[in-house]
């Protein structure tokens, strides 16, 4: 939805909250609506407003013979399929291109990369079983697991790793920037028919880590079906093909995609690695935006797990039920309130550590997000490299408004639009509670709740960026830089990971220099200075650590959490039990 569709930035949600927007509406009573959050909830308000019951699918809420569902006389008649709801659209299923959560979660189902993380965050072997660093630290030599095939039935070679590197290059999106910066497609060597060789142009230390985003294609499928593009005698790379369909070696193949709606997978029978028993035989992925949908279909059976993204009422209301459990796993993915410093007045430093200190804090986090934990600057704690003395905002709003005097400012000055993803309980409860904090310390805020798509285009530019951002980000990777770099660098810029677009010499200088240094103390005195840097700066509210949560169908086994994104959704894992 656009601003031209809805002038004011205000979803059909809050149109239709009647009683709720007079509060919102008039300041005095505004101050005091966020006192009720804890016990009555917008979220049940919100969800409703009208929406696709069912993400949109045509299959809307019917069973279709594979879910699991409880018959009249409460007998269950299961089979091998595992539905789990997602929040936002499948935008794109190419493994050059995906970049959310939604989108990693195909790939990494579809695809298999050469290496994989662990609970820790350590890197094991996958497509890959060895591998070696030079003594230089620049070149990575790796040998391919013998007997691993494509969904097509080709085996999965070296000249099919190297291609999947030109693939990623050449295309230029999702995630390449990482391999790109320090790889260039002619020192990739196919050294034989299971082994092949990345030679660096310069020491990069997260390197290996960042290899878990890159996902294998089947050279010759992709070769067999591209169309006509713009790569020479490799045309299109194959990318209309792969808008739609698969060609990977990973554990579940690519059933069906309806990309408003849902993703299926089915269970590729020839995976090297063994299938634990009960394992699933078909995964559907529909996507939902509404809490009662979900509340209801996980009640009827129809749905077997849910997102980590519903309502706090909605887990509470799941876990009173027979039949279901509610799982919450610390994370290291922080919420935060992305700051456009480049965008007045966010661009003004004073403006942006008013906001920090003008901030409820606590009430975000225990009452809107409870189970969630602490945040400290730019870092989850839970690193071991997190900088402890990083001073935290706490929630001020006298000294946030002395910060607002001493540079200028009086109430009224600031106008300032809070764009988040609509229809989602909880971040319209952080809106919300953002709207009334602001408003005491004489900042106006305009609410403007989009669709996820919308939010990743207004991103693509500084002009288009709203003033304050709401958005979870967790480790793409397994390692600290991918916090530092993918958020904060001038060079990752432009995308939904840094709608604060910082551009300070400093930050890229230390995130510079960590990346070349192999010493792991020496790291991680530079990422020290450099979490001190980003909190002085004030690019964003560090809001809270999330506690990740999912309900789960009694019978949902298997569920692992690893720190980097969407690696816990490996359906390899799951199994009923």
């Not at 209309?240 to 997978?265: C, V």
């Not at 009334?436 to 693509?460: F, H």
């Not at 967790?474 to 910082?502: C, I, L, R």
Request: aromatic share 10%.
């Amino acid at each position: 939805m656009s601003n031209d569709e809805d002038p004011h930035g205000l979803s059909e949600t809050y149109r239709n909250l009647g009683p709720v927007r007079e509060h919102l509406n008039d300041p005095k009573r505004r101050r005091t609506f966020l006192k009720t959050l804890g016990t009555v909830g917008i979220a049940g308000l919100a969800g409703c407003s009208s929406g696709n019951d069912y993400g949109g699918g045509s299959n809307g809420g019917s069973d279709n013979g594979n879910s699991s569902k409880t018959d009249s006389d409460g007998t269950s008649d299961s089979s091998a399929t595992l539905r789990m709801s997602a929040t936002q659209r499948f935008g794109t299923i190419d493994p050059a291109k995906g970049t959310d959560y939604t989108q990693v979660l195909a790939l990494v189902n579809l695809y298999d990369p050469l290496v994989f993380p662990d609970t820790e965050g350590n890197l094991q072997g996958h497509l890959a079983e060895d591998w070696t660093v030079s003594d230089d630290n620049k070149t990575y030599t790796f040998t391919l697991r013998e007997g691993v095939t494509f969904h097509s039935g080709n085996p999965v070679r070296a000249e099919d790793v190297k291609f999947s590197v030109e693939r990623f290059l050449d295309i230029n999106q999702g995630y390449s920037s990482l391999v790109g910066e320090v790889l260039s497609k002619e020192n990739v060597t196919v050294e034989d028919e299971q082994t092949v060789s990345f030679t660096l142009d310069r020491v990069h230390s997260p390197f290996l880590a960042t290899l878990v985003l890159l996902f294998v294609v089947d050279k010759k499928t992709v070769l067999d079906e591209a169309g006509d593009g713009d790569f020479g005698d490799r045309g299109d790379y194959g990318q209309q093909f792969l808008n739609g369909n698969d060609a990977g070696s990973g554990p579940y193949e690519l059933a069906n995609f309806e990309r408003q709606a849902e993703i299926s997978f089915s269970r590729y029978q020839d995976y090297w690695k063994p299938f634990k028993d009960g394992a699933y035989d078909t995964v559907t992925v529909p996507i939902i935006t509404n809490d009662p949908t979900v509340r209801s279909l996980m009640k009827t059976g129809e749905l077997d797990m849910s997102s980590q993204y519903q309502s706090e009422e909605t887990y509470q209301a799941l876990e009173k039920e027979d039949g279901i459990r509610v799982e919450s796993v610390p994370t290291v993915t922080m919420f935060y309130f992305k700051l456009n410093t480049q965008k007045a007045p966010t661009n003004d430093p004073a403006v942006r550590e008013a906001i920090a200190y003008g901030f409820d804090y606590e009430t975000a986090r225990n009452q809107i997000a409870p189970g969630s934990l602490p945040a400290q600057g730019p870092l989850a704690s839970s690193f071991g490299v997190h900088n402890d003395d990083i001073v935290q905002p706490t929630y001020d709003p006298e000294k946030a408004k002395q910060i607002l005097s001493d540079a200028g400012y009086s109430e009224g000055d600031i106008s300032i639009q809070n764009t988040y993803v609509k229809d989602y309980g909880l971040e319209e409860k952080m809106g919300l509670l953002f709207q009334q904090n602001m408003d005491e310390i004489g900042i106006d805020v305009e609410l403007n709740p989009q669709t996820w798509g919308t939010m990743t285009e207004l991103a693509t530019s500084v002009e288009k960026t709203p003033h304050v951002n709401q958005v979870f980000y967790g480790p793409v990777y397994p390692s600290p830089d991918t916090v530092f770099y993918n958020q904060f660098h001038s060079k990752a810029a432009s995308t939904w990971m840094s709608m604060e677009h910082v551009e300070d010499d400093t930050v890229d200088a230390l995130i510079d220099e960590a990346r070349s240094t192999v010493d792991p103390d020496k790291r991680a005195q530079l990422y020290a200075e450099l979490q001190e840097r980003l909190a002085n700066l004030y690019p964003s509210l560090f809001i809270f650590v999330q506690s990740k949560k999912h309900a789960f169908a009694e019978d949902v086994k298997g569920y692992t959490f690893r720190p980097s994104m969407s690696f816990d959704y490996w359906f390899h894992d799951f199994y009923q039990g």
